[in-house]
């Protein structure tokens, strides 16, 4: 049985790609479960530092297979190995930074996958919609990542009128990092991998929870929290040898050759 979802490590970058086109990449129990696998691979992969998410054909996401939940209706299905809540977890936790490629256009609970993500880069051809309410139904699960991603007003707008919006709009309300033109995408997905292995692996997954975290602290409770880590990554054996690497003008143990 072909694999619906592949994975590749080149030069410290673990690269998971989605690759269900006749279904437009949906979120079947196989997809899912075989994502879930390649996932779990990249974060115990000591040389993969930097994790990419991506898609083959014209389409990253279109959300729920419904023709699969419609069939299964009623119905014993298979098991489901992996549910859609446990990837999201696994690519919002991961220590490492996740960045999504995305090959084109997503849609529902294809956005849930994209705000997981730390970064997100799209062609600027690419379209979205949160198209759930038009269905009847609602986006439950993926109000859980883009709820952190997006303004209140823009939450609203496209989330209750589930109007599809350009790249250009993602990027300026918060669901992407940037909208490219479609020859440059490969370069910016690089560019932001190069730069993500120049830090500490320790820092990059302390630095990913302190953003997530500090906002929801009180300032005098922020300030003491931070001052007692920052003593801590200064005597750490990374910030040592970071600090070292800066001070004797060549680069820390952890960059690999090639970056």
Known sequence: MTSLVHQDLAGG???????SPPNRNALSVRLLGELADRLGWALAEPE???IVLTATGTVFCSGADIKEQRASEGRPG????????EVLELLWESPKPVICRLNGTARAGGLGLVAAC???I???TASFAFTEVRLGVAPAMISVPVLRRLGARAAAEYFLTGEVFDAARAAE??????AVPEEELDATVARYAR????GGPEALAITKRLVREVPGVS???????MTELSAERFTSEEGQEGIAAYMEKRPPKWVPPQV
Not at 13 to 18: D, M, P, Q
Not at 173 to 178: A, D, E, M, P, V
Request: no cysteine; charged share 20%.
């Open 13 to 19: 970058v673990a690269t998971i790609t989605l690759d």
């Open 48 to 50: 993969a530092r930097v």
């Open 78 to 85: 298979a098991p489901v190995t992996a549910s859609f809540p």
């Open 118 to 120: 730390d970064f997100a």
């Open 122 to 124: 799209a062609p600027l």
């Open 173 to 178: 309300i918060g669901l992407l990092s940037k």
């Open 195 to 198: 730069m993500l292995m120049k």
């Open 219 to 225: 300032f005098q409770e922020g300030l003491r929290r």
